[in-house]
């Protein structure tokens, strides 16, 4: 069990590691990665109950989670590699030609800890509803876990699936939408407006919690508050408000670094606000 200042240090460590790899590459997605490095730091080591060292793909007996908006790879690279999935000096291979840490996860390249290929949006959720439903027929008591992006919800599988796990009550289910506001053509208001959210899950028969995924006690307690809840016989569903490049300054209020890297000065400067608390890879 991990203290909230703990986890604080590693989201920190978390967040330089995000503009280190994405600037080493020179291309990636810093944004929602930076926005989501206090939700991912406390799934992997305050909630999930997992086993990085005898890692599976099946997941038998063990906590999951699927990452759908799989383009925030520096974010989960650097989470999983802390947690002991892999060795953390490995992310600064990241987005290298003939390594496995690509811009998209893929379990192609035997990378401990990723269950499935996410850099098509819209469909990790339908996957994590297919791990639920095959936990419950093993009798397999563990909880599955999926985030994906608000600009992801324009894709019609999204709403496939929440209509499903809804109406079946998949209730070992607990899905996080990362709602910053923002994809990569700009606010997601303009491209195509989401409207009210939490009334559309609702009606879909999902439990829905909100939390400000930036706060990192919020984060841990409503994500245990979201586990006791799921005795309600429905999927939850947490709309967790994050800002996009949360840590950096002249990466916050703007969809500008949703894909973009950082130059030589940018990402000094983005290093200088970002403490160094557990060492560079």
Same mark, same amino acid.
């Given at each position: 069990m991990a203290s909230i200042s703990e986890l604080k240090d590693i989201a920190a460590q978390v967040r330089r590691d995000i503009i280190r790899m994405v600037h080493g590459a020179k291309s990636g997605h810093p944004g929602g990665s930076l /926005?989501?490095?206090?939700? $991912?730091?406390? &799934?992997?080591?305050?909630i999930m109950d997992i086993n990085p060292e005898n890692f599976t793909r099946e997941g038998k007996n063990e906590d999951m989670f699927f990452l759908s908006n799989g383009h925030i790879t520096p974010v989960f690279y650097s989470v999983m590699a802390h947690r002991g999935y892999f060795p953390v000096s490995e992310l600064a291979t990241f987005r290298k030609f003939g390594t496995? !840490?690509?811009g998209h996860p893929t379990p192609a390249e035997h990378i401990p800890g990723v269950r499935i290929a996410s850099g098509s949006l819209g469909q990790g959720l339908s996957v994590a509803i297919g791990a639920a439903l095959a936990k419950k027929?093993?009798? %397999?008591?563990?909880?599955?876990?999926? $985030?994906? /992006?608000?600009?992801e919800l324009q894709e019609g599988q999204v709403w496939e699936a929440l209509m499903f796990a809804g109406a079946k009550g998949v209730d070992n289910l607990i899905a996080t939408v990362d709602f910053n506001g923002k994809q990569? %053509?700009?606010?997601?208001?303009?491209?195509?407006? !989401?409207?009210? &959210?939490?009334?559309?899950?609702e009606a879909f028969n999902w439990h829905v919690i909100e939390m400000d995924g930036n706060d990192m006690e919020e984060v841990v307690v409503t994500l245990k508050k979201a586990k006791n809840e799921l005795c309600h016989g429905k999927p939850v $569903?947490? $709309?967790m408000k994050t800002?996009? /490049?949360m840590g950096v300054d002249f990466m916050m209020g703007t969809h500008k670094w949703h894909g973009s890297a950082p130059? %030589?000065?940018?990402?000094a400067a983005a290093l200088a606000q970002l403490p160094e608390t557990l060492g560079d890879f």
């Open positions: /926005g989501c490095a206090d939700f $991912l730091t406390a &799934l992997y080591f305050e496995r !840490l690509q027929a093993n009798n %397999d008591k563990h909880v599955v876990y999926a $985030l994906t /992006g608000d600009g990569i %053509d700009g606010p997601t208001n303009d491209v195509c407006s !989401l409207n009210d &959210l939490k009334a559309k899950f $569903l947490i $709309l800002e996009m /490049g130059n %030589d000065e940018q990402a």
